[in-house]
Each structure stands twice: as C-alpha cells, then as structure tokens.
C-alpha cells in the first residue's frame, strides 16, 4: 500500500501563491506516476496536474501558465506550486498515486482563494 499526505493548503487572496507538497510512503516502489486532483463545490473531482509514466506532464487547460508540478525523488515528494490564483481555484486538493494495485488518495488539504 501507498500512503500519502498533503500539506501546504490555506487561504490566500487572488493574486497570490501557495506550494502544496505530498508526502508519499509505504510500497513506494510499486507506484507508476503521481499527481494533482482537486474537488469544487458542487462539481466531481478533476485532473489539475499529473507526470504520465513515461516522465512528462500533463495539465488541466485551466491551470496551464500558471501551476508547476514537480518532484523530489530522493525524499518522495511531490509539489505543486500554484501561481496567479484564482477564486475558482478554490478547492480541495487531492494527491493521487497510480499503482501496480491501483489508485491511492491523499486525504485532500483545502485552498480558498478570496476574490
């Protein structure tokens, strides 16, 4: 099993920048890639950014420009640095592992970002 946890969420004013971080432990070795999801009020859980399994980047159009994901192999870490914030923005913000044995989940950290 994966276990993950994410920090790094809070409140800021639009505008402004926040860093999420996730820590990832437990059967590291069996995880193909890693990535970025939030939830908004009101609407499903969507993909913000993710590494694909051969090493690249995806993001979401509505973040492009303005979110960085990056890692940190040796201390299995994954970040999200979040530029320009937006009010819609605003949500909880999920730490995804692909596995051999499926899909692990963070317990989300929450964003508000205050218009």
């Known amino acids: 099993q994966v276990q993950l946890v994410e920090s790094g969420g809070g409140l800021v004013q639009a505008g402004g920048s926040l860093r999420l971080s996730c820590a990832a432990s437990?059967?590291?070795?069996?995880?193909?890639?890693m990535g970025w999801y939030r939830r908004a009020p009101g609407k499903q859980r969507e993909l913000v950014a993710r590494?694909?399994?051969?090493?690249?980047?995806n993001y979401a159009d509505s973040v492009k420009g303005r979110f960085t994901i990056s890692r940190d192999n040796a201390k299995n870490m994954v970040y999200l640095q979040m530029n320009s914030l937006k009010a819609e923005d605003t949500a909880v913000y999920y730490c995804?592992?692909?596995?051999?044995?499926?899909?692990?989940w963070g317990q989300g950290t929450q964003v508000t970002v205050s218009s």
């Open positions: 590494f694909t399994s051969g090493g690249g980047t």
């Open positions: 995804n592992a692909n596995t051999f044995n499926g899909a692990y």
């Open positions: 437990g059967s590291r070795f069996s995880i193909n890639y």
